[in-house]
Every structure is written in C-alpha cells, then in structure tokens.
Nanobody
C-alpha cells in the first residue's frame, strides 16, 4: 500500500511562486511514475506534469516554461515548482503515483489547494 501526502499549497498573487511537495510511503518509489494533476472548480482533472521512473518528463502546454517537476528517490518525494502563477492555475493539485506492475497500481494523494488571486 502506498500513501501520498501533499503539502505546499496556499494563496499567492499572480506572478508569484509556490513549491508543492508530495511524500510517498512504501517501497518501489524509484521505479514508479509520478505526476501532478490539477482540477479547477467545475472542470475535469488534468495532467500538469509527470516524470517517469526513468526520468522522462512531460508537461501540459499550459504550464510549460513555468512549472518544473522533480523527484528525489532517496527521500521518496516529488516536487512541483510553480513560477509566474496565473489565476487560471487556481486548482486543487493532486499527487499521482503508478507502480509499474502487471496490472499497474495507481495511487492518489488527498490534494492541496492552490489559489492565485490578488
């Protein structure tokens, strides 16, 4: 069983920065794919950024150049550095982890809220 605990959300002004962190329990973190999804009020959940166990990174077009995802396999953590935040980045951000077993197992964190507003 894997538990994911996010932290770092909050209220920030447009143009500001936040750093989200997600701590994972259990084993096999280094071999897992991890990602940050987000869900704005009234909208579907969408992928913001992802990093595979092999280090391949993918970003949504809307966050490219502003967000940076990184992982520390020694601490079982994944981070999302968010810069130049916009009001449209307001959402609940969820940590996601996939154990690449057969079949794959997916886990979600409880979410952390990010509000970008003046």
């Amino acid at each position: 069983q894997v538990q994911l605990v996010e932290s770092g959300g909050g209220l920030v002004q447009p143009g500001g920065s936040l750093r989200l962190s997600c701590a994972a329990s259990g084993s096999f973190f280094s071999m897992s794919d991890v990602a940050w999804y987000r869900q704005a009020p009234g909208k579907e959940r969408e992928l913001a950024a992802a990093i595979t166990g092999g280090g391949v990174i993918n970003y949504a077009d809307s966050v490219k150049g502003r967000f940076t995802i990184s992982r520390d396999n020694t601490k079982n953590t994944v981070h999302l550095e968010m810069n130049t935040l916009k009001p449209e980045d307001t959402a609940t951000y969820y940590c996601w982890l996939q154990l690449n077993w057969f079949p794959p197992r997916v886990y979600w964190g409880q979410g952390t809220q990010v509000i970008v507003s003046s």
